[in-house]
């Protein structure tokens, strides 16, 4: 790992998903892989509250086997299946036992172009490589495999290289889902054309 990169404090994560998520714009989400190294930047995050709080969220019903990770502590990486095509990839925040996280809504290619062109060869352009939760997870090589991993120390890590989050992000609704669409929980960086929408 490159030096300028430092790990997220606990104590940032241990924090409601709708404090957490505007601090994660700017991060860089790095993936190391046999194949090689890639790192992206967050662009667009969206919260998702806790059981029994938020409808649009899988943990609202409580811990199942399927979710079992939001419920455990934060800092890692929580992966779900959608669709029956897409995997999507969720920072487990606040406190164990509260079933909260932020998904991973859009990436800037940060590095290792290369790789995640290969990995989404129907991508027209760059701008196209990790715009969106599914295309994102495709571009990073993020699976199925990946649910639980420790975003501090594993494969896949959220890291802060010291650009830190934009001033005045642009907050909306949540989209992508069919309830509780009303709250603004969706954070993107103002201006920035590497968003999903």
């Given at each position: ?80 299946f959608t669709y029956g095509m897409h995997w999507c990839a969720n920072v487990v925040c606040g406190k164990e036992g509260e079933g909260v996280g932020v998904l991973l809504r859009a990436l800037e290619p940060v590095a290792g172009l290369e790789l ?29 495999e990946d649910d639980g991993d420790d975003l501090r120390r594993g494969r896949i890590r959220v890291l802060d290289d010291g ?35």
């Amino acid at each position: 790992m490159n030096d300028e990169f430092s790990v997220l404090p606990r104590d940032l994560l241990e924090r409601s998903a709708v404090e957490v998520a505007p601090l994660l714009l700017g991060c860089v989400v790095v993936h190391d892989s046999p194949e090689g190294w890639v790192a992206v930047r967050l662009t667009e995050v969206e919260a998702y509250a806790g059981e029994g709080e938020d409808p649009g969220s899988h943990a609202h019903r409580g811990e199942t086997a399927r979710n079992a990770v939001m419920f455990g502590p934060p800092g890692h990486l929580y992966v779900y299946f959608t669709y029956g095509m897409h995997w999507c990839a969720n920072v487990v925040c606040g406190k164990e036992g509260e079933g909260v996280g932020v998904l991973l809504r859009a990436l800037e290619p940060v590095a290792g172009l290369e790789l995640m062109r290969a990995s989404r060869p129907k991508a027209r352009t760059d701008r196209d490589l990790c715009r969106g939760p599914g295309r994102l997870s495709q571009a990073m090589g993020i699976s199925g495999e990946d649910d639980g991993d420790d975003l501090r120390r594993g494969r896949i890590r959220v890291l802060d290289d010291g650009v830190g989050p934009p001033g005045a992000p642009h907050v909306g609704p949540r989209i992508g889902i069919s309830v509780a669409t009303h709250e603004p929980w969706r954070w993107r960086v103002a201006r920035n054309r590497f968003v999903s929408c």
